[in-house]
């Protein structure tokens, strides 16, 4: 529930997102094609929503954050982006100085389109869904708690829960691990996302199969919504009070947001003020969304009601009571977690207790963004400059990357007028044969921490690598860029730490036993070095070409009966024959369990739950295609030793190699693993 990929990814931005849908079934459509033994399709962006520029400011300073200035530059922004995206609704709102700025709405919040008149967004009235921007409700519930004593952020989370958390490291989680990211669970996707109908049981949906954990606590930031929801169910342990109800009365009530709410399906008195969800513009509307585990994305809440939580995360007086005291509020918007665990990732960008580091012109900017299947918001407060900027969207868009765009083009915008930097920009203090030394460790290709290694799903890590290069004055190269679909080039400022290179963003790096083991390229996503034997240079062609040759020996079978008949040739003798039947099973498994693990994957990414009985199936037809390696050899030993001729020979030891190839990748890649957990 982040907004900006799943996986993850060094792949298009929206790499925080509570699902990024759109990014993961096109990375599956990428496995399909390439199954296929086709070119990869090429995606074309629609060029970025530039906002308008910043009027020219003179030692940083920007317009004037009032709401004649505000209005004015969302007016003249928002109406034609959502016109040509087809975002159906967008809702915003702007705080400074403890004050609301404005609240807007642009586009609709009912497009009509069940013959209904249309309504427009009225962002003190209607809902919108918040995503992953629930996470900062649920940290602030965690460190209500810390703050009376009842919590302690260090403590092992299993003294506070009532089931055992799946541990492959003797170092304990803590509840510090659970708010930023770095468990070292891997991520799931089953019952994410479902549609009204469908029952919440948090404990139920956190209790049974929890996924692996693949990293040593602390030291990989690895993006978990089941971290964030394991941290809600610890509220709700020791509060003793249903996880919805804590968050209600003690942030919600307390902070003056009577319009917002955790519970799913909503209220009766606020389901007629929902927005409605949409792919785009043009569709139909969708139906609610139920979130799985409520506490990293259920949130739904009007723009006005997020503009007081702001102004209550900056410490101004908002409700009836502050959420946290002022040392507790300091200690959650500080980051949490230096060197002694990150070791250099510490100089990159990190999670505070709940929030991103979102730092721009030199300014500091807390944030989260957030996205379910339809809605896609951001937040962002600048603690020291007593401001915060609140958007949602309703729409996915006609492009895939349509929110994001808008999403990033309004926040930075936001920034770039109103909190400009200044006229220094710092230089490197890295000399040039250490930063030559460094990007020579720092070339290769990496994939996202943000990933699943104990299933099949290990095979959507083939798609949104990012490979680095060494480039023009020791420069590294990425492709695509972090957090981005284009590349971009970085230059060293400090060591192991680079800056973008005509831009503003930073990756910081880790290394060890002469390779860089790690690039941390936001505060809760992490690039890890591809294994050799999972490089795409090997497997992508391993998979293409084994699924062609397997293609060819099915569709060789009747072409061979039909040229024998032709030309009235003798049958097949008898000898061999078993051999021969095993190895066609094995060839129509492997294919079978291809095909279908294609399709499953497609359905999952697109939130359908596939049943374990079809996944055992496809796993069955995997293992018959593997164990047909054997009577596969037996056939090409006695085509050998009969001399049938060198066509038979070549088919049979062709045969043989693909489905040694294809048994291969089923295993690298997980396929037969005993979880199908996802």
């Given amino acids: 529930m982040r907004s900006r990929p799943l996986p993850a990814p060094g792949s298009p931005r929206s790499g925080r997102p509570f699902v990024r849908l759109g990014a993961v079934v096109a990375a599956t459509v990428v496995i399909a094609v390439s199954v296929a033994g086709c070119g990869a399709p090429q995606h074309n962006p629609a060029p970025p929503i530039a906002a308008p520029a910043a009027p020219a400011a003179s030692g940083g300073a920007g317009s004037a954050l009032t709401d004649t200035d505000v209005n004015a530059w ?12 087809g975002i159906a609704g967008a809702t915003i709102a702007v705080v400074h100085d403890g004050k609301i700025v404005t609240t807007r709405g642009y586009g609709y919040a009912d497009t009509g389109a069940d013959g209904d008149p249309a309504v427009p967004v009225d962002p003190d009235r209607h809902l919108f869904r918040m995503g992953s921007v629930s996470k900062l409700v649920t940290a602030t519930a965690v460190l209500q708690l810390v703050q009376s004593g009842k919590l302690d952020l260090d403590a092992d989370v299993e003294t506070y829960l009532d089931f055992d958390l799946p541990r492959h490291y003797e170092r304990a989680v803590t509840l510090r691990h659970l708010l930023t990211h770095t468990a070292g669970f891997e991520e799931r996707i089953a019952g994410l996302i479902g549609t009204e109908g469908g029952t919440v049981d948090l404990r139920k949906a956190l209790a049974t199969d929890p996924p692996e954990q693949i990293y040593e606590p602390g030291t990989v930031p690895a993006y978990s919504n089941y971290s964030n929801a394991l941290a809600g169910y610890i509220v709700e342990r020791v509060s003793g009070t249903r996880f919805e109800e804590y968050v209600q009365r003690n942030i919600l009530d307390r902070a003056g ?26 569709g139909p509307a969708a139906p609610f ?19 007081r939580f702001m102004i209550a995360q900056l410490g101004e007086p908002v409700g009836f009571a502050p959420l946290l005291d002022k040392p507790t509020r300091d200690l959650m918007q500080r980051p949490a977690l230096d060197s002694t665990a990150l070791g250099t990732l510490a100089d990159g960008p990190r999670m505070t207790l709940g929030f991103f580091t979102e730092d721009r012109n030199g300014h500091r900017i807390l944030g989260h963004g957030g996205d379910t299947k339809y809605f896609h918001s951001h937040l962002q407060i600048y603690p020291d400059d007593r401001a ?16 994001q765009e808008l999403r990033e083009s309004i926040v930075n915008g936001f920034a770039d007028r109103y909190f400009p930097a200044g006229d220094d920009q710092p230089g490197t203090t890295v000399d040039p044969e250490t930063t030559a030394t460094h990007a ?19 095979a959507i890590g083939l ?33 192991w730490v680079w800056r973008e290179v005509g831009g503003q963003r930073t ?77 066609r099973l094995a060839v129509a498994g492997t294919l079978l369990a291809f095909a279908g693990w294609v399709l499953s994957i497609i359905s999952i990414m697109s939130l359908q739950d596939v049943p374990d009985g079809a996944l055992r199936t496809i796993q069955v037809l995997q293992l018959i295609g593997l164990l047909g390696v054997l009577p596969a050899t037996v056939r ?27 048994g291969w990748f089923a295993v690298e890649f997980q396929l037969l693993a005993p979880s199908i957990s996802y």
């Fill in 507 to 583: 990756i910081a790096m880790r290394a060890g036993d002469d390779r860089v083991e790690a690039i941390s390229f936001d505060s809760a996503f992490t690039l890890l070095p591809v294994e050799p034997a999972r490089a795409s240079a090997l497997a992508v062609p391993v998979l293409a070409v084994s699924t062609v040759v397997l293609l060819l020996t099915v569709l060789s079978w009747p072409v061979g009966a039909i040229v024998r008949r032709r030309l009235r040739r003798a049958p097949r003798d008898r000898a061999g024959r078993t051999a021969r039947i095993l190895s």
């Fill in 289 to 307: 969304e139920i979130v799985g585990t409520p506490p990293p994305g259920a949130l739904s809440a009007p723009a006005t009601d997020m503009a």
């Fill in 74 to 85: 969302l007016d003249g922004l928002l109406p034609a982006a959502l016109d040509r995206t």
């Fill in 636 to 662: 090409l030993v006695d085509d050998v030793r009969r001399h049938v001729g060198w066509r038979r020979i070549a088919g049979s030891g062709l045969t043989v190699l693909a489905l040694a190839a294809a």
């Fill in 463 to 495: 798609v949104g690598r990012t490979t680095v290069s060494v480039t023009d004055g020791n420069r590294l190269l990425m492709v695509p860029g972090p957090l981005s679909d284009s590349p971009a080039r970085y230059e060293e400022v400090a060591p």
């Fill in 440 to 458: 020579a460790l720092a070339a290769g290709t990496y994939e996202s921490s943000r990933a699943i290694r104990s299933n099949f799903l290990t």
């Fill in 388 to 403: 915060g900027i609140f958007l949602s969207l309703n729409s996915n868009g006609s492009g895939a990357l349509d929110s």
């Fill in 257 to 282: 947001m009577p319009s917002s709410t955790f519970e799913q399906p909503l209220p009766a008195a606020l389901r007629d003020r929902m927005s409605n969800g949409y792919d785009t513009s043009a």
